[in-house]
């Protein structure tokens, strides 16, 4: 079974100030792992997501993300944030063969001016 | 394309009422989820369809939900009777591939709230 951790519930950030959000999974198999965002009122959406090969991926809105089999974890990051990133990023993960994708508690993302 | 759609957005019940959800995928999409999210915790799944079978239902809370595809289209979920601690918001999801490698299409959700 997989589980996902969010470290922080809350990341306040003022504007063009670089951010990482935490994420930290646990999975006896191989995992794919997912960041969504949530605007809102509106419904999740896909930022990036990490299947295999290079470990650093590229996501929509400037974000990447970068795996770490090591330290079991999926940390997201943007060099320069926007008020309009602000919002809630749910780290996700799933695992092969498997047919259920299992979220972390989110992060409520604050930009400020 | 459109994307997935929930119905209704809000909705508002005493304890012991009956409650559907909707939830209408994305076309061509056979992979439906559902999913939800108490008070600000994980979002927590629910089950998921492939077309009109039930593929697995084990985060299913108990038997006073009951999940349906009928024709392998739009889903209801219904909830008979609500208690208080079915409040939180319903989403629905799809996806066209089987496996998980694909991303999830998410719909706006419907917010439950239980008197």
């Known amino acids: 079974a997989q589980s996902v951790t969010q470290l922080d519930s809350q990341v306040p950030v003022f504007e063009e100030a670089p951010v990482e959000l935490r994420c930290n999974y646990s999975s006896s198999v191989s995992v794919y792992l997912f960041w969504y965002v949530q605007y809102p009122n509106q419904g999740l959406q896909l930022l990036l997501k990490y299947l295999s090969g290079s470990t650093l991926v590229k996501g929509i809105n400037g974000f990447e993300a970068e795996f770490n089999k090591s330290q079991t974890s999926f940390h997201l990051r943007k060099p320069s944030v926007h008020i309009s990133d602000t919002a809630e990023y749910f780290c996700a993960v799933s695992a092969p063969g498997g047919f259920k994708t299992i979220f972390g508690a989110g992060t409520r993302l604050f930009v400020k001016a | 394309e459109a994307g997935v759609t929930q119905f209704p957005s809000h909705s508002v019940i005493e304890k012991g009422q009956t409650v559907t959800l909707r939830c209408d995928p994305i076309s061509g999409h056979d992979n439906l989820y559902w999913y939800r999210r108490v008070m600000g915790k994980e979002i927590k799944f629910l089950l998921h369809f492939v077309k009109e079978s039930k593929q697995d239902e084990s985060g299913m809370p108990n038997n006073r939900f009951l999940a349906e595809r009928t024709g392998g289209t739009y889903s209801t979920l219904k909830v008979q009777p609500a208690e208080l601690e079915d409040s939180g918001v319903y989403f629905c999801?799809?996806?066209?591939?089987?496996?998980?490698?694909?991303?999830?299409?998410f719909g706006n959700g419907t917010r439950l709230t239980v008197t």
């Open positions: 999801a799809s996806s066209q591939e089987v496996g998980q490698m694909s991303p999830l299409h």
